[in-house]
């Protein structure tokens, strides 16, 4: 049984033995985090949440207080519905069975008074989440102060800022620990971007095939959903074969499967004979695709500078071409009637288009009649200059301002909000070429600016209002992704999209997990042929940021319909189910895969496995080959030195990291 969570006042304000976690924030990525650390991780959690109503949803009675200790509530039957099926994962029993509850407080700010009284003087783990960058930096300063070997995991979206926080922290850190073992010292300080986890996944809806990329160590991986095989074919297992797919998946009236959806549920790391006997039912395969490039903006669209037909419009254009064509036309009238040369006929003919030649007095009729049309032709040579000039200035006006989608535009996708997730799943579909058209209601919005320095076709209004999508081409649009941060907004936006066309690709950005059910539900149900998605950032988003809590490394996050599947990077040493065990006999049904080893020398390798290899490209023709090697043989032994890349359940990872905590001697 797991621990109780009482309603409405919780745990009252004992101070927190040594060693809990303590989750400061004022959304919905605090409460989820502490749903994660301690129904997943077993761990205790000191939850900070800001007094009073909800800042996001002012009409909704319950306080951030209130909406935790539901949540709580939820997370808790469930899992014990969980439980008592028999999911647990190893067998192990319940591992939170004795853990109290959450503890909640509130506070408007993570003060120093605060802090203490959290006990973050005796705290493992300290994460920062709140939605202002600002607030958590000063808390993060205040936290390493008054608590030197506190891990630290802050949330920031300015990614430069982030690294520099991270090395400053990190110094303290060694100043205030001199001899830290450096893997400690590189964990103990983790920034992360809530819009960054969730960008890959969120963007990957718009794709066809639902593919999920993942980099590590400068190799793209891609995690590929694929329809069930029909009568007579083999699927194509790829590397290995990571999920199966709910048997609801082609049932209209389904739903995408969650942890408590029992039998109908996705298999996560299925094992052959599963997959064997899954018949009629989709897959989640890896697939390694190339190598990754170092980083490089995201493309612009329609090219670098201000082309031609975007300086001039096109009836002026054709008015220049008819100029020309009057001027070349009456060179070769004048060397069919005169004896000139080639070059004396173009440049008298030069002369009369400019009024600059002396009247043809004497001359033959001919050279006469071609004066005459030579002038004619020049008095157009006057508007048509003025309006080259008027044409240049008011492009030079406008190129600061937004671009509108051009007329021919097809097979786009439709972007609706450029908040912090919108603008990152922005650059995502730039860097995959894919055409993008942009709503925003807010034309101070953050991701305006950068839309416009790539050159980004955007619509300035209210999606809600009739008209603006259309303006956004949704008819010819492939797929639409409603990322506002506003649940009714997006569905509002989805339901008007898919009348005006039933068959569109439709993912929606959603919080509350029984709403986007209905809503999945209701919408396949009324469009069966057309592919819905309803994500929830901090859903997927926050077994990152518990993870990192637990000092390890995560390299990515693929949703499984309502599902996460995480990649993390492990030393072998310490986790007895690894050690010492072949690469099948390490291998646990629903819990965790070994992928891949990372056959670099521990002295040569990176702390970050996510990170690209350095070299200069100056003077490396190629890029130094990666060191993970992923073809394993099943019978290879892995040894303590080992460090390899596995991807996990949440609750298979949980146990791993537990397991390893409970063999470090106490020093």
Not at 48 to 75: C, H, I, K, W, Y
């Amino acid at each position: 049984m797991l621990g109780f969570v009482p309603p409405l006042p919780q745990q009252p304000g004992r101070p927190p033995s040594a060693g809990h976690m303590i989750v400061c924030g004022d959304d919905a990525l605090a409460r989820r985090l502490a749903v994660e650390l301690r129904y997943v991780y077993g761990e205790r959690v000191t939850l900070l949440l800001p007094p009073g109503r909800d800042a996001n949803s002012p009409e909704t009675p319950l306080t951030q207080r209130g909406r935790a200790a539901a949540l709580f509530g939820r997370m808790s039957a469930a899992m014990n519905r969980a439980g008592n099926g028999g999911g647990t994962t190893g067998g192990s029993g319940d591992t939170n069975a004795g853990v109290e509850a959450v503890r909640i407080m509130e506070a408007p700010e993570p003060s120093d008074d605060v802090l203490e009284e959290a006990g973050v003087d005796r705290a493992a783990a300290l994460a920062l989440v709140y939605d202002d960058d600002e607030r958590n930096i000063r808390a993060a300063l205040t936290a390493r102060r008054l608590n030197p070997r506190l891990r630290l995991v802050i949330r920031l979206y300015n990614r430069k800022l982030g690294q520099h926080l991270e090395e400053l922290l990190d110094q303290a850190a060694a100043v205030a620990m001199p001899g830290i073992d450096p893997a400690l010292l590189d964990a103990s300080t983790t920034v992360l971007s809530d819009a960054d986890t969730a960008a890959p996944a969120l963007a990957a809806t718009a794709l066809t095939g639902s593919s999920k990329i993942i980099q590590a160590e400068g190799l793209l991986l891609r995690a590929a959903e694929r329809p069930p095989p029909r009568p007579g074919e083999t699927a194509d297992p790829g590397l290995c074969t990571l999920a199966l797919l709910s048997s609801t998946t082609n049932d209209p009236a389904g739903a995408e499967g969650s942890d408590s959806s029992g039998d109908e549920a996705p298999q996560l790391l299925p094992d052959e004979s599963a997959v064997a006997a899954a018949t009629g039912r989709g897959t989640v395969v890896l697939e390694a695709v190339s190598r990754a490039d170092p980083d490089r903006p995201a493309t612009r669209m329609g090219g670098r500078g201000a082309p031609l037909a975007q300086v001039f419009s096109r009836r002026l254009r054709w008015s220049a071409l008819g100029v020309a064509a009057a001027a070349l036309a009456l060179v070769i009238a004048s060397l069919l009637t005169t004896e000139d040369t080639a070059i004396h006929s173009t440049y008298l003919t030069l002369l009369d288009l400019l009024g600059m030649n002396d009247p043809a007095e004497g001359a033959p009729a001919a050279r006469q009649i071609i004066q005459l049309l030579s002038g004619i032709a020049g008095l157009l040579l006057l508007p048509l200059l003025l309006a080259a000039v008027l044409e240049a200035f008011g492009t030079l006006r406008t190129a600061s301002s937004l671009r509108r989608p051009p007329r021919g535009l097809s097979g786009h996708v439709v972007l609706l909000g450029l908040g912090k997730i919108g603008t990152r799943v922005l650059v995502r579909l730039r860097e995959l070429d894919i055409p993008v058209v942009v709503v925003e209601e807010d034309p101070d919005a953050r991701g305006i600016p950068l839309a416009r320095s790539m050159h980004v076709p955007t619509v300035i209004g209210d999606v809600t209002q009739e008209g603006v999508l259309e303006a956004a081409k949704i008819r010819r649009a492939r797929a639409l992704l409603a990322l506002t941060s506003i649940d009714t907004t997006n569905l509002e936006a989805a339901l008007y999209a898919r009348s005006v066309k039933p068959e569109l690709r439709v993912a929606l950005r959603l919080y509350d997990d029984e709403f986007a059910t209905a809503v999945y539900r209701t919408l396949r149900t009324a469009h069966p042929g057309a592919l819905t998605r309803s994500r929830s950032v901090s859903h997927l988003a926050a077994p990152s940021f518990a993870v990192a809590m637990m000092g390890r490394q995560i390299l990515g996050a693929v949703p499984v319909e309502r599902k996460v599947m995480l990649f993390a990077a492990l030393e072998v040493a310490g986790h007895p189910q690894l050690e010492g065990r072949t690469v099948e006999q390490a291998f646990r049904a629903g819990a965790w895969r070994v992928l891949a080893i990372d056959a670099t020398p521990p002295a040569d390798r990176t702390p970050d496995l996510a990170a690209l290899p350095p070299y200069n490209p100056d003077g490396d023709a190629v890029p130094p080959p990666s060191g993970l090697v992923w073809d394993l043989h099943p019978g290879y032994v892995l040894r303590a030195t080992d460090r390899v890349v596995i991807a996990a359940t949440r609750r298979g990872l949980a146990e791993l990291l537990r397991r390893q905590r409970s063999v470090v001697p106490r020093q």
